[in-house]
Structure formats: C-alpha cells, structure tokens
C-alpha cells in the first residue's frame, strides 16, 4: 500500500494552467500504475490520465488529450498532472489513484482497477 497526497489545485481562469503533483509514501513506488481521475458535483468519477509504472505508457482521456501530460518521477516518488487550456469543464475534485502492478508497462483506466487513493485537490475554473 502507498499513501498518496495531491496538492496543486486552486483557482485558474479558462485557458490557464495548472500543475498537480501527488506525493506517495513507501518504496515500492515504481511497482504502481498511477492515474487521475476527478470528480464534478452531481457526476461520476471521471478518468483523466494513467502512466505505466516506469513511466514508459501513458494515455489520456479523449477530453483531455493534447492538453493534460502526465509524469511521474519514481526517484521522488511522486507523480504529476500539467493541465494546460483549461476549460470551465475541468472544474472538479482532482484524485490521484495507485495499483501495485506485476507488468510495468501496464495502463488502467476504470476506477475500479485502483485500490489506493489521495484525499482529492480542488480545481475551479472561471469563465
């Protein structure tokens, strides 16, 4: 298990960018497929993004493709979100989410894959 942290969110007006990082505790980092997901009010867990363990795969949500990047550095532990473009419709609770993989090169999408999960940041975007 990893204990996972996110912090990065705030307030951006539409077309502004923001940066969010997750912070894991343990040394088995670089064994966990990662991903963001996020949250509206009144909507579903929503995927965002997933990085392979080593970081070689990723992939995106088509919302999100060609504006968000995600990385993630094994020797800090951490992994990262660069939102650029945002759009009102990014507004929502941020969550970074882990899963202890056998296959480094493994991608999970669905939520349901996850078994760790940080506490969420806030993303607002004004229009």
Request: with cysteine; aromatic share 10%; charged share 15%.
């Amino acid at each position: 298990q990893v204990q996972l942290v996110e912090s990065g969110g705030g307030l951006v007006q539409a077309g502004g960018s923001l940066r969010l990082s997750c912070a894991a505790s343990g040394r088995t980092f670089n064994s966990y497929a990662l991903g963001w997901f996020r949250q509206a009010p009144g909507k579903e867990r929503e995927f965002v993004a997933a990085i392979s363990a080593t970081g070689g795969r990723t992939y995106y949500a088509d919302s999100v493709k060609g504006r968000f990047t995600i990385s993630r550095d094994n020797a800090k532990n951490t992994v990262h979100l660069e939102m650029n473009s945002l759009k009102p419709e990014d507004a929502a609770v941020y969550y970074c989410a882990g899963k202890r993989t056998q296959l480094p090169g493994t991608i999970l999408i669905g939520h349901y894959n996850y078994d760790n999960w940080g506490q969420g940041t806030q993303v607002t975007v004004s229009s």
